[in-house]
């Protein structure tokens, strides 16, 4: 995922004339913000693993106090931004507050309580898009939002591929390491 993608990248092996493009219900787009969510989530945690050259000194001590509870928070950040995205998923895909609540082990108005306003904030989100077709100055989620609003099977198909790129065999039915067993498309399949 490049953060330095833009509307004005259409060179991708992706991309479709507009008029060709499936329509995304609201639930989808929310299910494709999720699975985006877990990818930067994914990234953000798999930094934190590789202990660095200079990490440590020969005692033992870091050389820079702090700094690994500091990427711990960016995961932490990262895990709720993903919890929120699942929470707005599941409300455009049906589920009520008493479901959500039941599932997290809370009653159904402490679960709107935590959930309503970023519920709220998509909605709002897709009908500043919708209305004025400006990504960039109706919304605060910056670009990964700009492309699924104005490209979402493109987007869904980036996630494709990066399914495919950390499969690691894993659901691999063939055996040889290609991540076959997710089939072609694990992210845009189920939202087209």
Sequence with gaps: ????????????????????????????????????????????ARAAVPVGDHELRPDGTTYSP???????????????????AAAVYERL???????????LGVDAPAARARFTAAESCFRE?????????SARSSTQRGWWWDYVAGN?????????????????????VDGDGDGAGLG???????LT
């Design 66 to 84: 702090g700094s690994a509870l500091s990427d711990a928070v960016h995961v932490l950040r990262a895990a709720q931004r993903l919890f929120e």
């Design 184 to 190: 072609a498309t694990p992210v845009s399949g189920g």
């Design 125 to 133: 989100e897709l009908r500043a898009l919708e209305s004025a077709q």
């Design 93 to 103: 895909g049906g589920a009520s507050w008493q479901v959500i609540g039941d599932t």
């Design 1 to 44: 995922m490049d953060s330095s993608h833009s509307d004005a990248d259409t060179a991708s092996p992706h991309a479709e004339p507009p008029s060709t493009r499936p329509p995304f219900s609201d639930a989808a787009r929310a299910r494709l913000a999720m699975a985006y969510e877990a990818c930067e989530l994914a990234e953000i």
């Design 152 to 172: 979402p099977l493109e987007a869904a198909r980036d996630l494709d591929d990066w399914v495919h790129r950390h499969a690691d065999g894993e659901g691999d």
